[in-house]
């Protein structure tokens, strides 16, 4: 299993500043996804963290918006840019368990989340 | 957007009683799986099931799957105050790498 850690695990932000997520795993990991869930909804994924190699998006999700960064295989982070209200959501990282190099995996492990309110 | 369709949206229950809710999804998967969130916190993996799998059981936990359907259920047994939670399904579709589609959750509330 993985154990995953995020900061802040909460904040509150002003409209139009930026915030960086932070996530770390504590042994190595290929993939690593981050999840957005607004208020009162369920998952949505934002983009897969590939390491070396740029974010790959999800529709509706673009690197302006929200820039990651994915270093090496234990750590990775998410930035929400520029925000505003309907930014305000919990924010999840999460790794994929199972044997690596195959296209299915088991269950996925979540971090503890980052709930982010803008005003 | 979402692959997953839930029902009920909400279920409010006695300590004692079952608990059962559905998952209904569009396309083809690998893998289906249940989740549990507490008051907006992290996920909690309850169990999976994959696509060449009827039914598992874990614990208290029993879901089975109809690919003929694109459908899944969770039954909770004996629910307990502690399983008051949202309970989401997410599906990984084939050669997804890990990726996830979630339903729209079931809140569940148990009562003592």
């Known amino acids: 299993s993985a154990v995953i850690s995020q900061k802040p695990s909460r904040d509150i932000c002003q409209r139009g500043t930026s915030l960086t997520i932070q996530c770390q795993v504590d042994?190595?990991?290929?993939?690593m996804f981050w999840y957005r869930q607004q208020p009162g909804q369920s998952l949505t994924l934002i983009a897969t963290a590939n390491q070396g190699s740029e974010a790959t998006y999800e529709s509706g999700f673009v690197i302006d918006k929200f820039p990651i960064s994915r270093p090496n295989l234990t750590f990775s982070t998410l930035t929400v840019s520029n925000m505003s209200p309907e930014d305000s959501s919990i924010y999840l990282c999460?790794?994929?368990?199972?044997?690596?190099?195959?296209?299915?995996?088991?269950?996925?492990?979540f971090g503890p989340g980052t709930r982010l309110t803008v005003l | 957007s979402q692959q997953g369709e839930e029902d009920p949206q909400a279920l409010s229950i006695q300590e004692g009683e079952n608990a059962t809710m559905n998952c209904s999804y569009k396309?083809?998967?690998?893998?289906l799986q249940w989740y549990r969130q507490n008051s907006g916190r992290g996920l909690v993996h309850l169990i999976l099931i994959r696509s060449n799998e009827r039914e598992k059981h874990s614990g208290r936990l029993r879901v089975t799957l109809d690919t003929s359907k694109k459908s899944s259920s969770l039954l909770i047994t004996a629910s307990r105050a502690a399983d008051t939670a949202s309970y989401f399904c997410a599906t990984a579709l084939t050669d997804s790498w890990g990726k996830l589609q979630f339903g729209a959750g079931t809140q569940v509330v148990v009562t003592p």
């Open positions: 042994s190595q990991v290929t993939m």
């Open positions: 999460s790794v994929p368990w199972g044997l690596a190099g195959l296209s299915s995996y088991n269950e996925q492990f």
């Open positions: 396309t083809s998967i690998n893998n």
